[in-house]
């Protein structure tokens, strides 16, 4: 299996490392070239206006639109960002996930926190029901369509990981945990 990980701005360098922990090939991607022969895409953490800027100038909207078609894309942070429809704000978006994001959604007293958050949809067992959640400079998801099943909460309710069929978004950071089990969660998607 050979994983795609949109390698244009932020933390892709920390998508590589796991992916190659657990045994996948981790490519890439920075030109459309680089999406023809994966399985699948991440989208990492960074900063979504630029990575939508970069991605529309190396002509890579479309090759992940169609990519998206069949096969899996999970965004981190900026990345659920660029995979939303929405996010009140204007840049560049993907537009393939039927979620509405709020960036920035913690204000700039709590830019930054950790915090355990349960996501029973993945993961079941009594020992490891929850997972270290990473969130900086995150953002939210206000609402999600029909077809989108909400993965994890925060114990205030609010959304912070959903799932369209083969898209998976998160506003925090499995990335940068140490904990590879969203990652081999992702590998599920596509098959
Ligand atoms: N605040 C960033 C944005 O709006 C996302 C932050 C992140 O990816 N950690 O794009």
Not at 32 to 48: F, T
Not at 131 to 147: K, M, N, T, Y
Not at 149 to 168: C, E, F, P
Request: glycine share 8%; hydrophobic share 45%.
């Amino acid at each position: 299996m050979k994983m795609g990980v949109l390698a244009l701005q932020g933390d892709f360098a920390e998508h590589v490392r796991i992916l190659e922990q657990i045994g996948v090939t981790a490519v890439e991607v920075r030109l459309p070239l680089d999406l023809a022969d994966i399985d699948g895409l991440i989208i990492p953490g960074g900063e979504s206006t630029t990575i939508g800027k970069l991605a529309v100038r190396f002509g890579l909207m479309k090759p992940i639109r169609q990519l998206a078609s069949t096969k899996p894309v999970w965004g981190t942070c900026a990345g659920a960002i660029f995979l939303a429809r929405d996010a009140r704000h204007s840049q560049p978006m993907l537009g393939l996930m039927d979620i509405a994001i709020k960036r920035n959604a913690f204000g700039r007293q709590a830019e930054s926190f950790e915090t355990d958050i349960e996501v029973p949809e993945i993961f079941t067992a009594e020992d490891s029901r929850s997972v270290h959640a990473v969130f900086i400079r995150a953002p939210l998801i206000e609402s999600v369509g029909a077809d989108v099943k909400v993965l994890a909460r925060l114990s205030d309710g609010r959304i912070v990981a959903a799932r369209q069929h083969n898209l998976l978004a998160t506003a925090f950071h499995p990335e940068l945990t140490g904990d590879d089990r969203f990652h081999r969660y992702f590998l599920t998607l596509g098959r």
